[in-house]
């Protein structure tokens, strides 16, 4: 089946730095890709939309200057955190929708997640 | 705004018990999904129900869609200590950013010998 891979799995980076988190489909070709944000026993919660070649849709209270989103292929999102801050320590989840299936039932597949530290 | 409702939040049960998760939405939405997540990992699909009246099985694991009632259900069955994960359920917003999904809060289960 259709699978989303997400790198890295985990990082601790020191405050300040920037960190970027790659979400590749590696068997269908996804114009459309989403960024979910999930903090510690809470629900994930949408972040932005990442479109392919035009820019990304933030959600409501997302700074989209601090989430650098970046969908140059049909197969790769990015997600850049810019000058982390320890608040900005969460569980970043992307998926994508594999077009094939929109009749069948629209799977969103999910990638594994990547924990970020910022200390 | 689309809304969605997960009960109950936390849940304990003994093995070999059934119990049932509700999801309540508030909008009109003719696609829902339950997902399991196991501690430090990703979202793993469950199911998937396109139409009112839709149920759908899976082991112990049995999710039906009412979109009259704007409720979905997933029903766990004789449970054992494996299901024990946190479970959501989530609803496609047509009105929000192409298709995202809204998220319920979540139902904690613990399955206990």
């Known amino acids: 089946g259709a699978v989303v891979s997400q790198h890295p799995s985990w990082v601790i980076c020191k405050s300040g730095t920037s960190v970027k988190i790659e979400c590749r489909s590696l068997?269908?070709?996804?114009?459309?890709m989403f960024w979910y944000r999930q903090f510690p026993k809470q629900s994930l919660m949408l972040m932005a939309t990442?479109?392919?070649?035009?820019?990304?849709?933030?959600e409501q209270g997302v700074e989209k200057d601090k989430f650098l989103i970046n969908h140059a292929s049909l197969t790769l999102s990015t997600l850049t955190v810019t000058s982390a801050h320890p608040e900005d320590s969460s569980f970043y989840i992307c998926?994508?929708?594999?077009?094939?299936?929109?009749?069948?039932?629209?799977?969103?597949?999910f990638g594994s997640g990547t924990q970020l530290s910022v200390l | 705004e689309l809304k969605v409702e997960q009960n109950p939040l936390f849940l304990s049960m003994q093995e070999g018990k059934n119990y049932t998760i509700y999801c309540n939405y508030s909008?009109?939405?003719?696609?829902l999904y339950w997902y399991r997540q196991d501690p430090g990992k990703s979202l793993e699909s469950l199911f998937v129900?396109?139409?009112?009246?839709a149920v759908k099985q899976e082991g112990r694991l049995m999710a039906s869609l009412d979109t009259k009632a704007r409720l979905s259900t997933l029903h766990i069955t004789a449970a054992v200590h494996d299901l024990s994960a946190t479970y959501f359920c989530a609803v496609t917003n047509y009105g929000g950013s192409q298709g995202n999904l809204i998220f319920g809060k979540g139902t904690k289960l613990s399955v206990k010998p």
């Open positions: 068997d269908f070709q996804a114009t459309t």
């Open positions: 909008t009109t939405s003719d696609r």
């Open positions: 990442s479109n392919e070649g035009s820019k990304a849709t933030y």
């Open positions: 998926s994508a929708r594999d077009p094939g299936t929109v009749i069948v039932g629209e799977k969103l597949f």
């Open positions: 129900l396109l139409s009112n009246g």
